[in-house]
């Protein structure tokens, strides 16, 4: 949720780049690089759970436990879906809930909680690489409401 990477992004990490705060992450689909910061919380967060599972330094974070003798390959991308279809019944979301759920919600959270939302959009246009302030919008459901909601305490001089 705090990455806003793709999932196929997420799945190809290893704990050797969570120990640096800034790190870049060749994207799958795109092929672009992407220079990625960490929050410091969020790479502590990450840290515990990686020395609670002693995950190895070039080992991927998110590991497959398949029988299949090769050791330190990631889980699938419908792995992936599975687990968080899991998690999103047992919060009671009613919709369907994956890995890009996660990365729409962080471009919501990050507008809704921007005091500038002109520069949120633009900066968030750059984070996921979208070609339009456009596309970024769509993407992440910001619609009319939203900019009126916006407007509701907005005044010049007053």
Same mark, same amino acid.
């Given at each position: 949720?705090?990455?806003?990477?793709?999932?196929?992004?997420?799945?190809?990490?290893?704990?050797?780049?969570?120990?640096? =705060?800034?790190?870049?992450?060749?994207?799958?689909?795109?092929?672009?690089?992407?220079?990625?910061?960490?929050?410091?919380?969020?790479?502590?967060?990450?840290?515990?759970?990686?020395?609670?599972?002693?995950?190895?330094?070039?080992?991927?974070?998110?590991?497959?436990?398949?029988?299949?003798?090769?050791?330190?390959?990631?889980?699938?991308?419908?792995?992936?879906?599975?687990?968080?279809?899991?998690?999103? =019944?047992?919060?009671?979301?009613?919709?369907?809930?994956?890995?890009?759920?996660?990365?729409?919600?962080?471009?919501?959270?990050?507008?809704?909680?921007?005091?500038?939302?002109?520069?949120?959009?633009?900066?968030?246009?750059?984070?996921?690489?979208?070609?339009?302030?456009?596309?970024?919008?769509?993407?992440?459901?910001?619609?009319?409401?939203?900019?009126?909601?916006?407007?509701?305490?907005?005044?010049?001089?007053?």
């Amino acid at each position: 949720l705090n990455t806003a990477l793709r999932a196929e992004d997420i799945l190809q990490l290893k704990a050797e780049v969570i120990m640096k =705060n800034r790190f870049f992450v060749t994207e799958n689909k795109t092929l672009k690089d992407q220079k990625f910061f960490l929050n410091k919380d969020v790479q502590n967060e990450v840290l515990q759970y990686i020395n609670e599972f002693s995950i190895g330094e070039h080992e991927y974070l998110l590991q497959s436990r398949t029988q299949s003798g090769e050791d330190n390959k990631p889980i699938t991308r419908a792995q992936a879906f599975k687990i968080m279809k899991k998690i999103g =019944n047992y919060l009671g979301i009613n919709y369907t809930f994956g890995m890009h759920s996660l990365r729409k919600t962080y471009g919501y959270q990050y507008i809704k909680n921007s005091k500038d939302k002109a520069e949120a959009l633009l900066n968030l246009q750059t984070i996921y690489n979208h070609s339009s302030i456009q596309v970024t919008q769509l993407y992440i459901g910001w619609t009319n409401d939203d900019v009126e909601e916006t407007r509701k305490d907005f005044k010049i001089g007053i």
